[in-house]
């Protein structure tokens, strides 16, 4: 949960954030009174000759900005009056924090500019002839601050909190948060194949790191009201995989995943199930369970439980070969019931579970040419002989299968859409949509039909690319991440089909939450190739972006700008935020209060994107 909570407080910083600047705010004050008469003469030298007066400085000093004055006979200025009336016109100087006030000898200041901020330091000093005892005037202040600020710009959190890991990955070795809490490894991310030269992502499994914040539904377009699936794996920490640094047969581990994916805009997390009929599969098993145990304990069921059943769950009870047909078909019927009475039985009664229409929902991964010994019959019977199997359940099952074509076939309920990728070329790469060609032929093919099958669902597909080369399983097969655009590209896709005058699509899926070793992981969020840099001169604090792929790196997968500035303890509040992405400057004099601060800019990116930090520059005000 502690990512999660995490996630929540910054959220609720920021909210209550707006709220403060949206209320009235009050300006911190204060005052200094001036007392005292000149003194003189005396005689220093013992007769007329030597005539002398006291004289010296008055200084009020607020938030490091000071007023002085003189005081002396020669000078005109005698009294306490007219020196408070010589301070109080300083401190209405342009740069003075306050605006001043005098009534006789009594100096009154409020601060410029609101908010607990305002209380500022508040000092004084007199300087005198020290041939007298003590100085003609003293100058008394009201405290060594202003009071009664309040509301105004509060600290949304640290410098290092907002440049560290906030997802539910583990962290990076150089991490400046550290690791989280679950985590027994540091995670530097998987790089692609050393023998792809050209390779555009070289980094397809990027080490975590501060990710938007924006909800992954506003890449869709605009009025839709579906529903957002996170597919996920559940093998991580099992000896058979690579190491990300976590092990998810751990609950803390399952319950800040699904903290994340409720932080990032998920609706369902559909666990890959490799079943209960085999035993080797037990660890996948128990993060399943464990997954389901964590959404099943929230209060509302704001993230619901879904089954995505694998061809992996069936292949160690039905061999793929040498076994005949029939006994191939039986096979399978066998253990597909099997398993869908272990799914109603566990899962599918409890309200956690996906339901569409109000029948549980069961996904399968995989197809007919998992078992080529059967034909498109075979499989229809399976299928069939399975949903006739669940409909005699109190409520019964609803089936989708990776999209190759709808049918009319009683028990296919709809079809998602999966990644189609093509064996690598510095060309290929490129071929985000489709395995045979540069256009999205898989994608448009998936949303043309499901329009013409109204009656079944259509789930479609948002990915950032591929790259299998960590798996152990590789056939070196890659589409190029292209520095974010990938994802939007694919959510593009899909408003060319949907929304608008055409029908609502029901689901999106993002493929996947987490599978590293095949690049498609978007729990650690995507690199989108850029850096921020900033300068300032004067009030004027300017910022660029600098591309480490100057062909791919693209502003459109920037969502915003936030200018902060902080103080000597790092602590950042917001100066500016929401600046268009073709924003590039911001004059600080109204937006900053008078003080020394570091000016950061952050460039927010599109949901799922990972948001940079600027340098710092100082900045005195």
Avoid at 347 to 364: F, I, L
Wanted: contains cysteine; glycine residues 8%; negative net charge.
């Amino acid at each position: 949960m502690q990512v999660w909570l995490r996630v929540f407080a910054v959220l609720f910083t920021l909210l209550c954030l707006t709220l403060d600047l949206a209320q009235a705010q009050t300006s911190g004050t204060g005052w200094v009174n001036i007392t005292g008469l000149l003194q003189g003469p005396i005689y220093p030298c013992g007769n007329s000759t030597c005539t002398t007066y006291d004289s010296g400085q008055i200084t009020v000093t607020v938030n490091g900005f000071s007023a002085t004055t003189n005081y002396s006979k020669a000078g005109s200025q005698k009294t306490a009056t007219q020196l408070a009336g010589a301070l109080a016109a300083k401190l209405n100087a342009a740069a003075s924090p306050v605006t001043a006030i005098v009534a006789k000898s009594k100096i009154t200041m409020t601060a410029k500019f609101a908010g607990s901020l305002s209380n500022y330091p508040l000092s004084t000093s007199v300087t005198y002839n020290t041939q007298f005892a003590k100085a003609s005037f003293a100058a008394t202040a009201s405290g060594p601050a202003l009071t009664g600020g309040s509301g105004g710009p509060v600290s949304m959190g640290t410098l290092v909190q907002q440049t560290s890991n906030d997802t539910s990955l583990c962290s990076s070795s150089n991490d400046p948060g550290g690791n989280l809490p679950y985590c027994s490894a540091f995670f530097d991310g998987f790089a692609a194949n050393p023998n792809d030269i050209g390779v555009q992502t070289p980094v397809p499994s990027a080490p975590a790191d501060h990710v938007s914040n924006i909800s992954i539904k506003q890449l869709m377009y605009s009025g839709w009201s579906g529903r957002l699936i996170c597919e996920y794996q559940p093998w991580f920490g099992s000896s058979n995989h690579k190491s990300v640094g976590y092990n998810e047969n751990s609950p803390a581990t399952v319950a800040s995943q699904n903290s994340f994916m409720l932080a990032e805009g998920c609706d369902i997390n559909l666990v890959d199930y490799y079943g209960s009929l085999d035993a080797k599969q037990s660890f996948n098993l128990t993060t399943t369970n464990a997954v389901f145990a964590d959404l099943n304990g929230r209060a509302g069921y704001p993230l619901k439980f879904g089954i995505m059943e694998d061809k992996g769950a069936l292949k160690s009870t039905c061999p793929t070969s040498g076994q005949t047909e029939s006994a191939t078909v039986t096979c399978l019927q066998n253990a597909l019931t099997t398993e869908m009475d272990y799914i109603n039985t566990h899962y599918a009664k409890s309200p956690a579970y996906w339901t569409d229409a109000g029948q549980p929902v069961v996904a399968y991964f995989g197809g007919k040419v998992d078992w080529p010994i059967l034909t498109s019959a075979d499989w229809d019977s399976i299928w069939s002989t399975v949903k006739a199997h669940t409909d005699t359940y109190s409520t019964p099952f609803k089936y989708i299968f990776q999209f190759g074509a709808f049918t009319a076939n009683a028990y296919d309920g709809g079809r998602y859409g999966w990644l189609q990728p093509p064996a690598y070329s510095s060309t290929q790469q490129f071929w985000w949509g489709s395995n045979s060609r540069a256009s999205p032929l898989y994608l448009d093919n998936l949303y043309s039909a499901g329009l013409n099958h109204p009656s079944q669902l259509t789930i479609g597909s948002l990915y950032k690319g591929f790259d299998d080369s960590s798996a152990s399983w590789s056939a070196n097969r890659v589409i190029a991440q292209q520095c974010g655009q990938v994802l939007l590209k694919t959510a593009n896709e899909i408003s060319k089909y949907f929304g608008g005058a055409n029908p609502q699509i029901p689901y999106v899926q993002v493929i996947t939450w987490n599978d590293y070793e095949e690049g498609t992981a978007t729990e650690e969020g995507i690199d989108n190739c850029y850096t921020a840099s900033s300068t300032i001169s004067g009030n004027i604090l300017s910022w660029s972006l600098v591309a480490s792929d100057s062909t791919y790196a693209s502003t459109s997968t920037v969502h915003h700008f936030t200018v902060y500035f902080a103080d000597a303890s790092n602590n950042l509040y917001v100066a500016a935020t929401n600046l268009a992405v073709n924003t590039n400057s911001l004059d600080l004099s109204s937006t900053v209060p008078p003080g020394t601060w570091t000016m950061y800019v952050e460039m927010v990116g599109q949901p799922l994107v990972i948001n940079r930090m600027s340098n710092g520059v100082s900045y005195i005000h």
